[in-house]
């Protein structure tokens, strides 16, 4: 499994937009890249994933690096509901996540 | 569209009881994998099913048993409980898996065994 680094925590301001890093320098060349949210007593939230380019979605955009060691999840209006636990991971053929220990957002109103 | 399912919500059961655990997938999802979350060892891969195989495994022992079945629910069992069995047991649904598709969670099932 290939390992990920993330800053323990981030703060944001409401409406601010916000980048979350994470860093998967031993990534396989075929894993995509995941990013999930955790709410306090929910489970897990899709958030978005991508290989190589960079993607868009409703809730977030991911960039990827070009030689996908790293990635940055961008939220671009902050919001009271994005207060989370954030969670990059690298997942492939064993279509296994492993969730570390990922990023606690909090965002200021 | 429905979520994923699962049921039940709670559950409390007694140390050496056995205990079944369902989860029926997003309508068109044919990978179902099972996580279990504690306090002390975070969020942790169980197993994946996908067409009633199981096609990757975690570390956990043998009391944990799955299947999946031709509609795509899933079951897990887990064998002799011990205390520390005691956790959130959480469900994920995709597509297709190994990556390719986003995965969506249940709300989990919380058992307590005491």
């Known amino acids: 499994d290939a390992k990920t680094t993330q800053p323990n925590s981030m703060e944001s301001n409401e409406e601010e937009p916000v980048h979350l890093p994470c860093n998967h320098s031993t990534i396989s060349g075929t894993d995509y890249i995941h990013w999930y949210r955790q709410l306090p007593s929910q489970g897990p939230e899709y958030v978005i994933h991508g290989l190589t380019s960079n993607v868009n979605n409703r809730m977030a955009s991911l960039a990827i690096a070009e030689d996908r060691k790293s990635s940055t999840l961008i939220l671009h209006r902050a919001t009271l509901r994005d207060a989370a636990v954030y969670y990059c991971?690298?997942?492939?053929?064993?279509?296994?996540?492993?969730f570390g220990k990922g990023i606690t957002l909090s965002v200021r109103p | 569209k429905a979520g994923v399912t699962q049921t039940p919500r709670y559950l409390i059961k007694t140390r050496g009881q056995q205990v079944t655990l369902s989860c029926s997938p997003i309508s068109g999802h044919r990978s179902v994998s099972w996580y279990q979350q504690t306090p002390g060892q975070g969020l942790q891969f169980l197993f994946e099913?996908?067409?009633?195989?199981?096609?990757n495994k975690g570390n956990f022992p043998g009391r944990f048993s799955g299947r999946q079945f031709s509609n795509s629910r899933s079951e897990m069992n887990v064998s002799t409980l011990e205390l520390g069995d005691s956790a959130l047991y959480l469900c994920?649904?995709?597509?297709?898996?190994?990556?390719?598709?986003?995965?969506?969670f249940g709300s989990g099932t919380r058992l307590t065994v005491v």
């Open positions: 099913y996908f067409s009633e195989t199981q096609r």
């Open positions: 994920a649904s995709s597509l297709g898996g190994q990556g390719h598709y986003g995965y969506t």
């Open positions: 991971i690298p997942t492939g053929a064993n279509s296994k996540l492993t």
